[in-house]
């Protein structure tokens, strides 16, 4: 074992909906290359869509890709698969882990993410989703990216 404690790398939760736009896509990919190239664990609820676009940046930039899955399978990109068995109950585990949250597009089930994060105090920074209050509304991936891993 080393002397000295390593600095805790950031886990941030990328979340969208599994059925997702082009341009939706392209944003969640860039989230999670950008994610790995900052050195951060992206979460993922490790399914199709955002989620395995997301995973797929990150996986491609060599990052750490950690999958909280409905079931026991997730999609090819992931580090870690952690089998909940919880279906939908795994979105309180998900976002409960994160460090910061990056909802990308999305529908009921992401909108009950964001609502387990805030209600957690746990930021969440959003890309074209769910225009509500306490989901800090960003322009594009960078943005998105560089707050969810500055902010304290």
């Known amino acids: 074992m080393g002397g000295g404690a390593e600095k805790t790398r950031k886990q941030v939760a990328v979340i969208g909906g ?3 736009g082009e341009q939706e896509l392209i944003r969640a990919e860039q989230v999670g290359f950008l994610l ?3 050195g951060a664990v992206l ?3 490790g399914r199709g869509g955002v989620m395995e676009a997301s995973c797929r940046g990150a996986y491609n930039a060599g990052g750490m890709v950690v999958g909280i899955v409905p079931g026991s399978e997730g999609n090819s990109y992931l580090s870690v698969i ?3 068995h919880m279906n939908h109950a795994r979105n309180v585990i998900l976002v409960g882990s994160a460090d910061a949250v990056i909802a990308i597009g999305g529908e009921f089930g992401t909108l009950s993410e ?3 994060a ?3 105090g746990i930021p969440v920074y959003g890309l074209s989703t769910w225009n509500i209050p306490g989901v800090i ?3 594009n991936p960078d943005e ?3 707050r969810a891993i500055s902010d304290p």
């Open 18 to 20: 599994s059925q997702a």
């Open 36 to 38: 790995a190239q900052h």
């Open 43 to 45: 979460l993922s609820g």
């Open 82 to 84: 952690i089998k909940t």
């Open 114 to 116: 964001i609502a387990f």
């Open 118 to 120: 805030l209600k957690s």
């Open 137 to 139: 509304p960003c322009e």
């Open 144 to 146: 998105a990216v560089y």
